[in-house]
């Protein structure tokens, strides 16, 4: 079955950075897309970053572009959001998460606090 399972996420101080990563299994992951997402307290969840399957096309929600790299690595079948210049605002859970035979799957998130 499908398994996403994200890590890399803590407290880190405005201004820092963090590299999360997303370890995939259970289907064609050099063939899937696979997008972050991340959903803050009262907020609904939102699509933060997007990398096509073999890594050549990406895009970025306005909110994080120029502070946030998605990557993949299909060896690995990995694929990573490093966040730089970290804000307060982008505290929220983490969701990897990709669309793969007709269905969305999620990882079960992790927790991305910025604050002093």
């Known amino acids: 079955q499908v398994q996403l399972v994200e890590s890399g996420g803590g407290l880190v101080q405005p201004g820092g950075s963090l590299r999360l990563s997303c370890a995939a299994s259970g289907f064609i992951f050099g063939a899937s897309a696979m997008s972050w997402s991340r959903q803050a307290p009262g907020n609904e969840r939102e699509l933060v970053a997007h990398i096509t399957n073999t890594g050549g096309g990406t895009n970025y929600a306005d909110s994080v572009k120029g502070r946030f790299t998605i990557s993949r690595d299909n060896a690995k079948n990995t694929v990573y959001l490093q966040m730089n210049s970290l804000k307060p605002e982008d505290t929220a859970v983490y969701y990897c998460?990709?669309?793969?035979?007709?269905?969305?799957?999620w990882g079960q998130g992790t927790q991305v606090t910025v604050s002093s």
């Open positions: 998460n990709t669309y793969y035979r007709g269905y969305r799957y």
